[in-house]
């Protein structure tokens, strides 16, 4: 899934590429992603964008009409959404309902994207809004972790009370925004801390260290993304990860091997040496098969 690193990489790369330009097309493909009906996608057309921003992991597009009209194209890519740029857009039809893509635009310089989601599991999200604070995912993000507001004090309070396990913390849009399953267990990694820890539980020295894990990782992650076009962003993505995805490697901090954790639909990776004491966690999917 792509969270804020990436999500920021494709906001810097089309914020260099569209500002400026009018929309000349927007076509839905797999009307399921549409999640708006007031304005109709038809109301993009002929719009000049002014703007792309991001909130936790939402790519918002701000565009102007005719008659000075201001909207918001929307966007969330879920799990297994991406996107894909053309310098010189692809002309080829394609019906609704036939092929991966779910939306795409075209821009008056030829140039356009296209949004498109793999699999059979469709979760791709857009939305069409005068504001972005109409979209209901936004609306209820908690803090940018990068904000300069948000210092520790500010994180340690997020903590406090919350008997709840640290990797759902960081992974909940409405405590935190912008992280999902793969940044927790690189933050959680860097943190040497369990993804089972309670966040209430937490000593000082805990929260400070987390902390610090949070912000160097994501900041870390930005600048590595940053002026990278979308074909390049997964694989950047993927090397950059030292426990997430890498279970049965050895972890490059203490060279134990990393270990996953399985649930219904995703994953957690851990290094047991730096992270639980050696100990190992129950596999909640090996659990179910000797019973």
Not at 85 to 91: P, T
Not at 103 to 124: N, W
Not at 240 to 266: I, K, Q, T, W
Request: proline share 6%.
């Amino acid at each position: 899934m792509p969270e804020m690193p990436e999500v920021t990489g494709l906001v810097e790369f089309l914020a260099g590429r569209v500002v400026g330009l009018r929309v000349d097309r927007a076509q839905v493909l797999a009307i399921s992603a549409l999640k708006t009906y007031d304005p109709p996608i038809e109301a993009l057309r002929g719009t000049v964008v002014e703007a792309a921003s991001r909130h936790g992991k939402f790519l918002d597009l701000a565009l102007r009409g005719d008659a000075d009209s201001e909207l918001h194209l929307v966007f969330h890519l879920a799990k297994a959404g991406w996107l894909r740029w053309y310098e010189e857009a692809q002309n080829t039809p394609v019906k609704p309902g036939r092929s991966a893509t779910a939306l795409r635009v075209r821009f008056d310089d030829g140039s356009g994207f296209d949004l498109t989601e793999a699999g059979t599991k469709k979760s791709l999200a857009v939305y069409v809004v005068r504001s972005p604070a109409d979209v209901p995912g936004i609306a209820r993000l908690g803090p940018d972790p990068l904000d300069p507001g948000f210092d520790r004090d500010a994180f340690a309070g997020l903590l406090a009370g919350r008997r709840t396990q640290i990797k759902g913390v960081l992974r909940d849009q409405s405590i935190i925004a912008g992280i999902g399953n793969a940044y927790s267990d690189e933050i959680l990694h860097a943190a040497k801390m369990s993804p089972y820890a309670l966040a209430a539980g937490l000593t000082p020295d805990e929260i400070d260290r987390l902390y610090r894990a949070l912000v160097d990782t994501l900041a870390e992650a930005v600048a590595a993304a940053s002026g990278r076009p979308p074909a390049d962003l997964k694989d950047a993505k993927r090397r950059g990860m030292r426990v997430h995805g890498r279970r049965g490697e050895a972890c490059p901090v203490c060279g134990d091997e990393v270990r996953s954790v399985f649930f219904a639909d995703n994953s957690l990776e851990y290094c047991p040496t730096c992270q639980t004491g050696g100990k190992l966690l129950a596999d909640r999917r090996l659990s179910r098969l000797l019973k």
